[in-house]
C-alpha cells in the first residue's frame, strides 16, 4: 500500500557530500527538502582523504559524511535512510517510490516533489580482490589515483589495464613513482605497439601473463597473481575496477547518458529532462569530492532560482 506526501520543492536522492551540501544549500535557501539515502556512499570507503580542501592533516571520509549530516540538522534538515526505488512525472510533479530502510515491501511511500535532484553516485565493479574493505582501509589497494597518488609516493605500484585507457593510468602513476608495473587482464594483450613503446618510454614495467587474482600478505601487502604461476609483490595495488553510474531512476525518464551510463549536465546540473538535476559522480566528470560539493553548490542555487520564491512572512510582532 502507498501513501501519498505533501509536494517538497526539491527531492535529494543520495546523501553523500553532493546529495548532502545540496541538501545544506537548499535548506538555507529555505526550501523544504526531502534527502532519502541508502548509506553507500563511497566518503564511507576513505581511510583517510589528503586532498580535499581544508583539512591540512586530512579527514577520514566516515568523519566528513557525519559532520555534513550535522550541519543539514543545523538548519532543520535530516536524511530519511531507504532507497528511491522508482522515480516519474504525474500532472507535472515527481513521484517517488521510497522504502524505508528496514521496511517491508508493503512500506512504499510516495513522495511528491517539484524538483528533483540525483546524487546517487557510482558503483565500483571490476577485479576480486581478498578481503578487498580491509585493503583499502590499510592503503594497499587503491581506487582512485587522482585522490591519493602523493600518498603512494616511490612504492612499488601494481596498475591493472583499464577497460577504455589501457596504459593511461599506469603512465598517470610514473608521476609518483620509478617503481610501476602494468599488468594486462586477458590473455589477448590490449596493447598497440604505439602503447607498448609509451610504457617503454615511460619505464613503466608490463606483465603480459594474464592478471589471475590477487591476495594479501601478512602485512597486507598486495600479491599479484599471474597466469604462468608467477607471484608479484607490491606495496600497493590500483585495479581500476571501472563504475558503473546510478543513473537507471532518470534514464529511466529520458536523461541523456554518456559512457558508463553516467548523466550528462548542464553547468547548473540540469539533465536533459526538465526539473530533474544531477551531480557528483553519477554526472560527466571527475569523481572527486570538491568536484561534488561545488556542483552542489551551483545545482541548489539554480534550483532556488527556479522555483517559485520563498517569500519569508513578516515577524510576528517587530524585531526588537
Ligand atoms: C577508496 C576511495 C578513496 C577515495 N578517495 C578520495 C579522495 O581522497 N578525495 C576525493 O576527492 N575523492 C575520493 N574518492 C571519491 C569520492 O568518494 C567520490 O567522488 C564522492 O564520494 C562522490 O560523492 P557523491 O555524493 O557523488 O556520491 P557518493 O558519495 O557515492 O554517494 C551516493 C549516495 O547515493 C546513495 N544512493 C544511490 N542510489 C540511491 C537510491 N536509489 N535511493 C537512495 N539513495 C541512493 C548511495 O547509497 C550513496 O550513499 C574516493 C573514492 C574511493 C572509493
Redesign the pocket.
Known sequence: MTTPSPAYDTLV?????????AAIYLRRFTRNVAL?????????????????PGFPEGVP?PTL?ANLAVQLERYGGSVLP????DLRIEDGMFVAD?LPEGGPADAVTQLRAHTVL?????A?VGLPVESWREA?AFGS????P???GFDVLDKRIAVATGETNPIGHALFMRTFSSDVTLFERGPASMLDDDARRSLAAAGVKLVESPLLSVTLDAAMKPVLHTADGAEHPADVFYPMLGEKA?S??AARLGAATAQCEELVVDVHGATSVPGLYA?????VGL??????TGQ?ARAATHIHNRLPPALRAAPSRPPA
Open positions: 536522492v543520495g546523501g553523500g557530500p553532493g546529495g548532502l551540501t532519502v539515502d541508502k548509506g553507500h556512499s563511497r566518503l564511507r570507503l576513505i581511510p583517510v582523504s589528503h586532498n580535499y571520509g559524511l531507504g532507497e528511491i526505488l521510497c540525483l546524487a546517487t553516485g557510482v565500483d583499502i589497494l587503491r581506487l582512485c587522482v585522490c591519493d546510478r537507471g531512476l551531480i557528483g559522480d553519477v554526472t569523481n572527486q569530492i570538491a568536484v561534488a552542489a
